[in-house]
């Protein structure tokens, strides 16, 4: 299934006798922070479940739509379906699927696959039927919980889906009747839920009570036992799982807790808005397991897209951290009686997943005081590499510097050769957070690690002398005019500066005369701004061969379900706007 790697998850596995010189972040830690963690002796986040519901039981854990649950509650409820799963035939390392946004089915059915001894795959609640197909099919997913929302893509692929079950959520599960009173508004009011129809699917909310009833199951799960197969956004080719075990996330819910820690009041309960979905991996270990870890309590919203709804939420919560990407920012810095929500108690707002443009971090600034801290990591690295302060005194641009008990190598990617200090290199990882690698594909396994063990990230990053990181952009992102190399982040946030631009996306595409140009798609709130506008924009602050060819105005740019501007997606659509034959084909 996969090929298990030696040594690739050792604390500073070259040996004690590295440096200050080789790892200089040490010398730059927060005070407070360890050099490393003891990942040996973590166990599972069975047990991390388990321990945090014996210490904070009464404390409320999740809040969705208003509803509040207690730790205890959520074991509760876990266990049932834990209990469910064993009687359905689950045994341990079977896969379970949820494909559920942020509701309260979902981490009682993540923790309740765990506590049958399942790993789970996260999926996504958007895929066409033909993602899903492949999806379920590549991991071998017996069973399936997904919300009715979407259970007519299910409907849809299941022909060609290998399932033993199929499990139907539904927004007001695990609420009471506040719960039965919301799925009526949805289903009957909003009419969100397109007709269907599973045969012999199980409903959630009554596996939850026949599991009620059932003997607590029991797993003997180890560390070395996969939690996750978590897959690829697949924005480069076809979507791959990442093998993540117990050790590697519970490792970076550690190297978290380990990071922030200096800067929060361990006697102030911290409350997280989790806007990023759940099954995405950032969201997953900062918002969903971290917050498990400290007793925090975790805020549920279902769809960030609906600002107005995500705004109002925002004004009855008395929050303390944060986490988005740039695109939600920008989005609520812009959203109408955002001026009226109370960040008086934001302790930090966190970053990840692409770059923070600057005008976005000040105008963030200016509305809440708080200044964003950015951080950087992947799927195959559970997911955090780098962090900068959890409160830093400006917003640098920077990621930040390795987690504790993580070392980070830049390389030429053509020879695997460590680049000099403030040079370009491919930003290579090794630590206890790293997967294992890929499941079912050697090859790719293969092809993502160096033989020492450090993994492959695929993005460009510079680091400063004090061991401070910067991103440059992803290798196969960048543009090449005529032989030199232009980083899309870098036009993106010239002409997101410009007061007019609300987004905006860079990409390459071939010219004749130049091999590539540079080409730029804005989202603008001015119909004044034109293409000359933003040309020149650029040329006061761009090197000639860096400033766009050509500008395209759309209402919107296409993202991925973290809001992540997709790139790929935009060249895909010109190269068959100017290949018909190719679109033909």
């Known amino acids: 299934m996969v090929e298990h790697r030696r040594g690739a998850e050792g604390e500073f596995a070259s040996g004690e006798s590295r440096s200050y010189r080789d790892r200089p972040w040490l010398a730059s830690y927060p005070r407070g922070v360890p050099e490393r963690i003891d990942a040996a002796t973590l166990g599972t986040l069975v047990g991390l479940f388990r321990e945090s519901v014996r210490s904070f039981a009464e404390r409320p854990a999740y809040v969705s739509f208003g509803k509040s649950v207690s730790f205890a509650e959520v074991e509760r409820q876990a266990t049932a379906f834990a209990a469910w799963l064993r009687a359905q035939g689950i045994e341990k390392g079977d896969r379970v699927a949820l494909m559920l946004p942020n509701i309260l089915a979902y981490p009682v059915a993540m923790f309740g696959a765990h506590l049958a001894g399942a790993a789970v795959v996260n999926v996504n609640p958007l895929y066409t039927p033909a993602e899903l197909i492949h999806q379920i099919n590549d991991s071998g997913a017996r069973l399936i919980v997904a919300l009715e929302n979407v259970a007519h893509t299910v409907a849809e692929a299941l022909p060609s889906l290998r399932l033993d079950k199929v499990v139907i959520a539904t927004i007001g599960d695990v609420m009471g009747l506040r719960g039965v009173l919301l799925n009526l508004v949805v289903r009957y009011l909003k009419k969100a839920v397109p007709p269907f129809e599973i045969q012999h699917a199980a409903s959630f909310s009554a596996a939850l009570q026949l599991g009620a009833t059932l003997p607590k199951p029991t797993a003997d799960i180890s560390a070395d036992d996969i939690a996750f197969l978590q897959y690829t956004g697949g924005t480069t080719g076809t979507s791959k799982a990442a093998v993540l075990l117990h050790r590697n996330v519970l490792a970076n819910v550690e190297q978290i807790t380990a990071w922030f820690r200096p800067e929060t009041d361990p006697s ?10 759940l099954y995405h991996i950032y969201a997953l270990t900062c918002n969903c397991l971290y917050m498990m870890r400290i007793g925090g309590c975790a805020v549920l919203i279902a769809n960030p897209r609906d600002i107005k709804g995500f705004v109002a939420t925002l004004r009855k919560t008395r929050f303390t951290v944060i986490t988005g990407v740039n695109t939600l920012y920008n989005a609520l810095v812009q959203a109408a009686d955002i001026d009226k929500v109370d960040f008086s108690h934001l302790v930090i707002s966190s970053a990840g997943g692409m770059a923070v443009q600057e005008a976005v971090a000040a105008k963030w600034k200016a509305l809440t005081g708080s200044i964003i801290s950015e951080g950087y990591g992947l799927s195959e690295t559970s997911p955090v590499v780098t962090a900068n302060r959890g409160r830093p005194e400006v917003f640098s641009g920077n990621i930040g510097m390795p987690v504790p008990s993580t070392e980070v190598s830049l390389r030429a990617p053509e020879n695997g050769a460590e680049v000099p200090v403030g040079s370009p290199g491919e930003l290579c990882v090794r630590g206890p957070q790293v997967m294992q690698g890929y499941w079912r594909a050697p090859n790719a396994t293969a092809a993502a690690f160096y033989p020492d063990g450090f993994f492959r990230t695929g993005d460009v990053a510079t680091m400063s002398p004090d061991g401070q990181f910067r ?33 905006t996306a860079v990409i390459g595409l071939p010219d004749a005369h130049s091999g590539e140009g540079v080409t730029a798609y804005v989202v603008s709130r001015s119909p004044d701004l034109t293409e000359d506008v933003v040309r020149a924009w650029c040329r006061e602050r761009l090197a000639a061969y860096k400033v766009p060819r050509h500008v395209t105005f759309r209402e919107n740019l296409p993202k991925s379900n973290v809001g992540k501007v997709l790139r790929r997606a935009l060249r895909d659509e010109a190269l068959e706007a100017m290949n018909p034959a190719r679109r033909a084909g």
């Open 268 to 277: 102030v309960r911290q409350v997280m808005i989790a806007a990023l979905p």
């Open 471 to 503: 991103i440059v952009d992803r290798i196969k992102d960048m543009i090449s005019v005529s032989g030199l190399k232009v980083t899309p982040n870098e036009v993106e946030a010239v002409i997101a500066s410009h007061p007019e631009v609300v987004e």
